[in-house]
């Protein structure tokens, strides 16, 4: 099934309907957008642990 | 007045989650941290897998490949499986490195594994009845590796039926039970605190 075609605005950033590219690196081989996903979570992941959270109402106050 | 067992399963209940804890107030000092989010965030993109896979039940499994608003439906149900596994996994990384089996929470990590490992069969027959090139790919892949445990005479990746039936009703029957048990055990006893920190009333 081939998705509708899109122009403009409503373009994917990403093509999906074509092979992805892979990344070789000798016994290792691994999809680009998988890669993307992984590094996109360890970087929210260490986000989380330095970003400072909003203080809210504490009842020491 | 004669007990009843009804009378006693309250009873237990209310002694071990009374409601100023099942639906707290306040939280200790230490929860004010973007980490603690990723829990509730994995229940919210629950909520959202569950909606948009019921409503694609009651359309049939056919809907989605004839109707755009049954594309757009299957795409909800996709791209929120794809954000419940990814803030799931960052929850399970804050929770492993803060070692949140401390202090009697063993139940509540293993529950939270497992639920992890039943996600992933959930997502596994997800891309099974995808009826596309896809799904006939993934399953020829599938069926040696599953063979060769010997569970193939009776988990079938070629058979559409059984593997719509494990998706749509036994999987996550087994995630909601999963996930409320979870969720009732993080309650009865607390959240993790960080390593070195001292949760309130432990007194260590």
Known sequence: MTAAPTTGAFAAPV????????????????SVANLVVMCLMVTLFVAALLLPFPRGRRDDE | MTSSWTGAVRRYALRRLPSEKLIPETQPVYMASWIYVFGVLTVSALVVVLVSGGVLALMGPGWWHVSGVGRYVNSVHLWSVQLFMAVMVIHLWGKFFMAAWRGRRVLTWMTGAVAFLVSLATAFTGYLVQQNFDSQWISGQAKDALNAT???????????GQMLMWHVLLLPLAIGLLSVWHILLVRVRGIVPPIGATAPGDGR
Not at chain 1, 15 to 30: S, T
């Open chain 1, 15 to 30: 093509d999906l309907n074509h092979p992805g590219h892979y990344l070789h690196w000798g016994v290792v081989q691994i």
């Open chain 2, 150 to 160: 010997g569970i193939g005479a009776w988990f079938n990746v070629f058979d559409f």
